[in-house]
């Protein structure tokens, strides 16, 4: 651990896979393999006991970045620093550090593994990691059970005897079964029931404040992360397109795809429509980007430079604290877009 050092440091980081290998005749051009970029040069600090929430339409890298922050991929450049160290993968020296960030995934029946009851999933990953010893498993296996506000019955089902929010609830409690500093929920209420997703989300508050929690919420949902987060950065064809406070993103987005995104957000006021343009088409392909702003081809403010060069994540010179990935987000464009509003109805 360095002192002052974040908790956690993302640092560039690239996440590339490959397509297939190239043809003969594509060799023979010196053309090299497709390659798929899920992650794209994000970079992102986290402090201790912040909550950042990461949102973005499905297949724009963000469970990637979950993965690579744990260590479940190895990043192909960049590098993750956890409390100042580099996460590598292995199970050596290195294995404390990924320890102290677990991850919770989308689908708790699929990631509980069905032969084991709780309790022997609790244990287990207690076992491993030698968190406490053999006469105090179920001790501590109780203690967790009552953390996640589950009944000590509970310990004996299996994940088919239990519902969904209790199998995520079960999820939660096997990574804090091994007391990680850094909690990464990966979509963790979008496959609940919405009677549901709120109770599992006010849980995820909750621990946050009572364990010291440092927690990173990634979410398709706008709503789920102003429940929780008080900082959110918007990710777009592997690249952080926008960050700032949530409230402040929420009331003031600077970002085109920021506004289309809560464009489409339910409105709970009967007759109050959004004047933001409405999100259109689906995102260009990750592996044949275009060129210029990535978001240029579905953007109704897009200009020549928006075609020719993409813009760098900036901070604006009176909010230090927010940074936009956009030619006119701190600046009114001096020209007219390249397509009328039309072009990008449906």
Not at 91 to 110: E, L, N, V
Not at 169 to 178: E, F, M, P, Q
Not at 280 to 298: A, E, K, M, Q, V
Request: net charge neutral; with cysteine.
């Amino acid at each position: 651990m360095t002192a002052g050092a974040p908790l956690l440091e993302v640092q560039d980081l690239k996440m590339y896979f490959p397509v297939q290998r190239p043809g003969v005749v594509a060799r023979l051009r010196g053309q090299g393999a497709e390659v798929l970029r899920a992650v794209d040069g994000v970079s992102l600090t986290m402090e201790r006991g912040e909550a950042l929430g990461l949102v973005g339409e499905s297949g724009c890298g963000k469970s990637t970045l979950g993965r690579c922050i744990v260590g479940l991929y190895q990043p192909t450049d960049g590098q993750v620093l956890f409390d100042g160290a580099p996460v590598k993968l292995g199970h050596g020296k290195d294995a404390t550090r990924i320890r102290r960030a677990q991850i919770i995934f989308q689908d708790p029946y699929s990631s509980l593994n069905p032969r084991m009851t709780v309790r022997q999933t609790l244990i287990e990953a207690m076992r491993v990691h030698h968190i406490a010893p053999n006469d105090a498993l179920d001790v501590r296996c109780a203690e967790l059970l009552d953390l996640v506000r589950l009944s000590q019955r509970v310990a004996h089902a299996y994940p088919r005897q239990l519902s969904g929010g209790q199998r995520q609830r079960v999820s939660i409690a096997r990574a804090l079964a091994v007391e990680p500093a850094l909690l990464i929920a990966d979509e963790p209420v979008s496959s609940l029931d919405v009677s549901v997703q709120a109770t599992v989300l006010n849980l995820l508050a909750e621990l946050r404040k009572e364990l010291g929690l440092t927690l990173l919420l990634i979410a398709h949902n706008m709503a789920v992360v102003r429940h929780v987060c008080e900082r959110t950065m918007v990710m777009y064809l592997g690249r952080i397109i926008e960050s700032a406070p949530t409230d402040e993103l929420f009331t003031d987005p600077r970002h085109p795809y920021t506004r289309a995104l809560l464009a489409a957000v339910p409105r709970l006021i009967p007759g109050r429509r959004s004047h933001a343009p409405a999100l259109t088409g689906d995102p260009p392909s990750p592996i044949r980007l275009p060129p210029g702003c990535r978001f240029n081809p579905r953007c109704s403010m897009a200009r020549e430079v928006c075609l020719q060069t993409e813009p760098d994540l900036e901070p604006g010179q009176l909010q230090v604290d927010r940074a936009v990935a956009c030619h006119f987000g701190w600046t009114e464009p001096d020209s007219p877009p390249l397509r009328s509003p039309s072009e990008d109805s449906p």
